[in-house]
């Protein structure tokens, strides 16, 4: 005997009305789903905030890095291939870390090949964003604040832009 059944038959519960049946939250992004149902819990409400800023108006397809144990306390990872209308195939990476001191500490990085130089780039893709200088010899580091940098690598006629943010 189930004894969770048997308890439930002994008190004889009036039945409840009928609730109206909810539809699947579109905002409920499909990477946090699949976080959630690999056992991702904590981290849940950043997963999908990055995952839904990341993609937004993209397609895309990922690859999620799931702990084997202890799914809920370990480093979580997704790695993105995601395109938009008019710019190129893009690189995204998002590592989420639960129990930190804002509830779940989390950083992503996007990578894009544009083919105009570097310096190009900076002013017309991120004029806003003030130059932090230069990394060693040739990786330009634009400002954008505590917590966001982009890195602007040379690479051949073209130019790596590298974002990376922490959310703090």
């Known amino acids: 005997l189930n004894p969770i059944v048997l308890a439930a038959d002994l008190k004889k519960p009036t039945p409840a009305p009928p609730r109206e049946v909810q539809p699947v939250n579109p905002d409920v992004h499909p990477v946090t789903q699949a976080a959630v ?12 905030q990055v995952m839904n800023f990341i993609t937004s ?15 809920d306390q370990r480093l979580f990872s997704v790695s993105l291939e995601w395109e938009r209308q008019g710019d190129p195939t893009a690189y995204a990476s998002a590592t989420f870390a639960p129990n930190q001191a804002n509830g779940c500490g989390g950083l992503y990085e996007t990578v894009i090949y544009w083919d105009e130089p570097c310096e190009a780039l900076a002013s017309r893709q991120f004029g806003s964003l003030k130059s932090a200088g230069v990394m060693g010899g040739s990786l330009t580091v634009l400002d954008g604040g505590v917590a966001m940098k982009i ?6 006629q073209g130019c790596i832009s590298i974002k990376k943010e922490v959310m703090q």
């Open 37 to 48: 149902r690999g056992g991702v819990l904590s981290c849940a409400g950043r997963v999908n």
């Open 151 to 156: 890195f602007l690598l040379p690479a051949g």
């Open 57 to 71: 108006g993209s397609q895309s397809s990922a690859l999620l890095f799931l702990p084997s144990s202890q799914q």
